[in-house]
């Protein structure tokens, strides 16, 4: 499934939700062709996981506060595993793979 954050109340429920299953945070922007791909792969993964995504350029307090919150630098795109409220993995660009978020999921338990 595939949650469209906005505001902190957002991100909040959605590191409430990792503590249930981990998740995939997904931030990306609306105009780069990086993260038009790893949208692509991202949305293959949607219905196998749980994703909760941004888009960069509506959501700029947010893409700040996430990066402090879980001590990983921004990037965009950027596909973030997290797991118990902490981020576990991190991919970037051409890494984003539907795959590769699948196995680090089930890496988790």
Excluded at 65 to 88: D, T, V, W, Y
Aim: proline letters at 2%; aromatic letters at 8%; charged letters at 25%.
């Amino acid at each position: 499934m595939f949650h469209i954050m906005h505001n902190t109340a957002d991100f909040d429920a959605a590191l409430a939700a990792s503590h249930e299953q981990a998740i995939v945070l997904f931030k990306h922007s609306a105009s780069c062709p990086f993260s038009a791909v790893a949208q692509l792969e991202v949305a293959h993964a949607k219905d196998a996981l749980e994703v909760y995504g941004i888009v960069v350029q509506y959501t700029e307090a947010l893409k700040i506060e996430i990066a402090e919150r879980l001590g990983i630098a921004h990037r965009s795109p950027q596909a973030i595993i997290i797991h118990k409220g902490e981020a576990k993995a991190e991919y970037w660009r051409s890494q984003i793979k539907e795959k590769q978020l699948k196995e680090a999921i089930r890496a988790l338990g």
